[in-house]
């Protein structure tokens, strides 16, 4: 058995966040942190997994409406 550890868990957080509120700004409020310290965690993450989670190029949102879709699946 795998266990997570507080950070892993903390990012998990803060990506179902950004799935479900579609926005930074709005997902950081919710997980009350700062819009820059919620960027640079999933920055962080991506750079790690060598991919990208969220288009940051569509104005006011995080993925143009689209869901990730193992997010629905994360519990948290």
Known sequence: MS??????HQQLQ????????R??????GACF???PTLSS????LEE?????LFDR?????????RRCWWSRHVRC
């Open 3 to 8: 266990y997570l550890y507080d950070d892993d």
């Open 14 to 21: 803060y990506i179902v966040a950004i799935d479900t509120h």
């Open 23 to 28: 926005h930074f700004a709005r997902a950081a």
């Open 33 to 35: 942190v700062t819009q």
């Open 41 to 44: 965690m999933v920055k962080k």
């Open 48 to 52: 790690e997994l060598g991919v990208v």
């Open 57 to 65: 190029q569509i104005p006011g949102g995080a993925h143009g409406g």
